[in-house]
């Protein structure tokens, strides 16, 4: 099935560090989201991004819905190790109740 | 309040056999939705209820795999005549309805394996 192509598809990084995380699709999406999953867990939503051109933020997070309405960005800033898990984005496109999901991104923490 | 349970949280069976996994939805939430995990992947849509109807099942992959809301709560996927490609995490979610989009809340899924 369709997926969105989302990089990197893993990440090794430093306590405190940033990291940034992105996803493109070649149609159009009207809704954007990022979510993260924690093992035997399901995806929870981080932020949902609704207009073109749109940059929302939650705490360390910060997230961007492209111009072009196929691609989005999602950086965290300052990492602790809480936020090792695998990352997720999807696409609503107008109208549509599934979402289409990305690869994930695995985001491993080094204390 | 309590979140999306799914139950079994572990199914290993045989080739060929029959299973049926189990959701039970956010208490009022209108829409239920099934997608399947395979294993390094993100979730992949199956079938989408709205109330007792499915009002999308483009992602069943074949008719061994059905699904059914009967009171417009729990939900019950169906899969007959297992196969080793269908081993997977298979997660429901459920969401309010209204006219934009309305977060999906997921339950942390049954892990399907078949022998």
């Known amino acids: 099935g369709q997926q969105l192509n989302q990089s990197p598809q893993s990440m090794f990084i430093q306590e405190g560090e940033d990291v940034s995380m992105n996803c493109t699709s070649s149609?159009?999406?009207?809704?954007w989201l990022w979510y993260k999953q924690d093992p035997g867990e399901g995806p929870v939503l981080l932020i949902a991004?609704?207009?073109?051109?749109e940059l929302t933020s939650n705490g360390r997070l910060t997230a961007q819905f492209g111009i072009t309405r196929k691609d989005s960005f999602l950086n965290i800033s300052a990492s602790i190790p809480s936020d090792v898990g695998i990352y997720f984005c999807a696409g609503l496109r107008q109208g549509a109740q599934k979402l289409v999901f990305g690869q994930g991104t695995r985001l491993t923490i080094n204390p | 309040g309590a979140g999306v349970s799914q139950t079994p949280s572990n199914k290993v069976t045989e080739k060929g056999k029959y299973v049926e996994l189990r959701c039970d939805p956010i208490?009022?939430?209108?829409?239920l939705y099934w997608y399947r995990q395979s294993l390094g992947q993100g979730p992949e849509f199956l079938i989408y209820?709205?109330?007792?109807?499915?009002?999308?099942d483009s992602g069943l992959p074949n008719d061994r795999f059905f699904a059914v809301r009967p009171e417009g709560s729990v939900s019950t996927l169906k899969i007959q005549r297992t196969e080793r490609g269908d081993s997977a995490v298979y997660l429901c979610?459920?969401?309010?309805?209204?006219?934009?989009?309305?977060?999906?809340?997921f339950g942390p899924g049954t892990r399907l394996t078949v022998l």
């Open positions: 979610a459920s969401s309010l309805i209204q006219s934009s989009y309305n977060e999906q809340f």
């Open positions: 991004l609704y207009k073109a051109g």
């Open positions: 208490s009022g939430h209108t829409a």
């Open positions: 209820f709205q109330g007792t109807g499915a009002a999308d």
């Open positions: 149609s159009i999406f009207n809704t």
